[in-house]
């Protein structure tokens, strides 16, 4: 399996406009996270899938954020309108049922100008 | 909540030296899983470790080993023999095992980990 992939790995963006974030999760696996890495607040979850369903989005930020799972091999984190804040490095991990480790993809690193 | 504390932000060690990195966490929960990632620059996070906490027995991988403590709420990580290729970020991380919809990750700050050739 090539891993959790994520696109675009870099994304550079004027503020108003909008984002989005790409996530293939590995194959059979039912969870998937989307973390954010920040210098000042470290890494932290945004929100948490499972079988495609919202299980966790407390730690979403406010209502210009919106993440969906259409399937069980695609997921999006959308910001809209993104603010400079909003530059950060976003993880999408995912872990099957019953299993203690997720695997992370590798970044997309959001600048935000 | 449960939160992780790494304390020391930087460290950094000779080559084929050992080195510990501490982490500290407050949980009420008697059952749970820690961890330890690594990140370097390629910003991939990768699993170095894990330790169930009812296993009394420290985990160990190969040159990795953890000092579990449950009482203290204590896990360190010991890197013996570092190599350059250790280089990089080191996050602690906790998880719930208790109920469905607790598997996300906690993290600590992370300690950047350099290693002296």
């Known amino acids: 399996d090539a891993g959790v992939i994520q696109s675009p790995r870099h994304e550079v963006t004027e503020m108003g406009q909008e984002v989005t974030l790409r996530c293939k999760p590995i194959?059979?696996?039912?969870?998937l996270f989307w973390y954010r890495q920040t210098m000042m607040r470290g890494l932290e979850l945004l929100i948490y899938?499972?079988?495609?369903?919202?299980?966790?989005d407390s730690g979403m930020p406010e209502d210009r954020f919106s993440a969906k799972m259409p399937n069980a091999s695609f997921s999006t984190l959308k910001i809209q309108p993104s603010e400079p804040r909003d530059s950060a490095v976003y993880f999408c991990?995912?872990?099957?049922?019953?299993?203690?480790?997720?695997?992370f993809g590798q970044g997309t690193r959001l600048t935000v100008v | 909540a449960q939160t992780v504390t790494q304390s020391q932000p930087e460290m950094s060690v000779q080559e084929a030296e050992t080195v510990t990195l501490s982490c500290t966490y407050d949980?009420?929960?008697?059952?749970?899983?820690l961890f330890w990632y690594k990140q370097p620059p390629s910003r991939q996070m990768i699993l170095v470790i894990r330790?169930?906490?009812?296993?009394?027995q420290n985990a160990t991988e190969n040159r990795f080993s953890v000092n579990f403590q449950k009482a203290a709420k204590s896990f360190s990580l010991k890197i013996s023999d570092s190599q350059l290729g250790d280089a990089a970020m080191y996050f602690c991380?906790?998880?719930?095992?208790?109920?469905?919809?607790?598997?996300?990750?906690?993290f600590g700050t992370g300690t950047r980990l350099t290693i002296i050739p």
């Open positions: 991990a995912s872990q099957p049922d019953g299993e203690t480790e997720a695997f």
């Open positions: 194959s059979g696996h039912n969870s």
């Open positions: 899938f499972n079988n495609n369903v919202p299980i966790d």
């Open positions: 949980t009420s929960e008697s059952d749970y899983y």
């Open positions: 330790q169930e906490a009812y296993k009394q």
């Open positions: 991380a906790y998880r719930s095992v208790t109920n469905f919809g607790n598997e996300k990750l906690t």
